[in-house]
């Protein structure tokens, strides 16, 4: 057995350790707004239920452990007091990944993520209309725990009202397990799905995705793809040239054969096949070579 005194590693492999060591953690996929109305959106995995009466949930967004910057989450709860956690489930995971990358300041998140935003009642952030679960929250108070990268700032926040999808709920009336499939956060590129076990996510870049509102309407209207595909299709740096989609097309011959069927479905489907595999340029190349 190895034995550690936190102060003699460097934070970032400190913060791995730890990571890798206590989980899974539930995602608190925070909405906010800065004090000039605009929307922003990230999740947070320092996050858990700590309180029924009142009902407190607690999240705690760090500073970069890499320049000790703080997020814009947190600029915004210390503004204006207000925020709404949403729950993340299986099916939006890809998304809400991607809605972790470090766009500039102003950019919405809910777009680049594909992500509906609808009105709360009570607070002025918007709420994830894709998430099952959604509260409502004000602040009570933000507890800065540091100065220095990795620091958390615990952010304490008494929920005012919550909204429950009806779909996710069992004969009962409670919230059924199953139906909800909530992930959670592990080490790394690692969750786990409370139904299934674990799983991979990779990382979003860190230059920064095209983003799904980048992603062409034929795509994000076809039937076949879910959000979770969005979500992998949005986090590409930049798509594939035309000459290397001609390439890939000419040197795979199944891909010929499906593209041959003139059927838009087929196609859509073997790029389906390839974002399965995690082979997303691949599944952009299918994709693309309809318009060449």
């Known amino acids: 057995m190895i034995s550690i005194i936190p102060k003699e590693i460097p934070t970032a492999k400190l913060q791995g350790y730890l990571q890798g060591s206590v989980g899974p953690r539930p995602i608190a996929f925070a909405s906010t707004m800065d004090s000039n109305g605009k929307p922003n959106l990230s999740p947070f995995s320092f996050f858990n239920l700590f309180s029924a009466n009142p009902p407190?949930?607690?999240?705690s967004p760090s500073r970069r452990v890499r320049d000790n910057t703080i997020k814009h989450t947190l600029i915004n709860a210390e503004a204006t007091r207000e925020v709404v956690i949403n729950v993340v489930n299986y099916d939006m995971v890809q998304q809400a990944s991607l809605a972790s990358t470090e766009y500039g300041d102003g950019v919405n998140e809910f777009l680049k993520a594909g992500f509906t935003a609808i009105p709360s009642d009570i607070v002025k952030p918007y709420r994830v209309k894709e998430s099952p679960v959604q509260?409502?929250?004000?602040?009570?108070?933000?507890?800065?725990?540091?100065?220095?990268?990795g620091a958390g700032n615990l952010i304490i926040c008494e929920i005012v009202k919550m909204h429950?999808?009806?779909s996710i709920l069992d004969e009962n009336g409670g919230v059924d397990q199953h139906k909800i499939d909530l992930v959670s956060r592990l080490g790394?590129?690692?969750?786990?799905?409370?139904n299934?076990?674990?799983f991979e996510v990779e990382k979003p870049l860190t230059t920064l995705g095209i983003g799904v509102d980048q992603i062409p309407d034929f795509i994000k209207e076809s039937p076949v793809f879910d959000g979770n595909d969005l979500g992998k299709l949005g986090n590409v740096e930049a798509l594939p040239t035309t000459e290397e989609v001609a390439i890939f097309v000419?040197?795979?011959f199944a891909v010929k054969g499906v593209l041959s069927s003139d059927d838009q479905e087929k196609v859509h489907l073997k790029a389906k096949e390839y974002l399965d595999n995690n082979e997303v340029m691949a599944a952009w190349k299918v994709l693309l070579s309809e318009k060449i």
Not at 135 to 144: A, G, L
Not at 188 to 194: A, I, T
């Open 56 to 59: 407190i949930l607690i999240f």
């Open 135 to 149: 509260f409502e929250c004000k602040i009570q108070e933000i507890i800065s725990l540091g100065n220095e990268g």
């Open 164 to 166: 429950i999808d009806e």
């Open 188 to 194: 790394g590129n690692w969750y786990s799905r409370s």
């Open 196 to 198: 299934m076990g674990l």
């Open 250 to 252: 000419d040197q795979n």
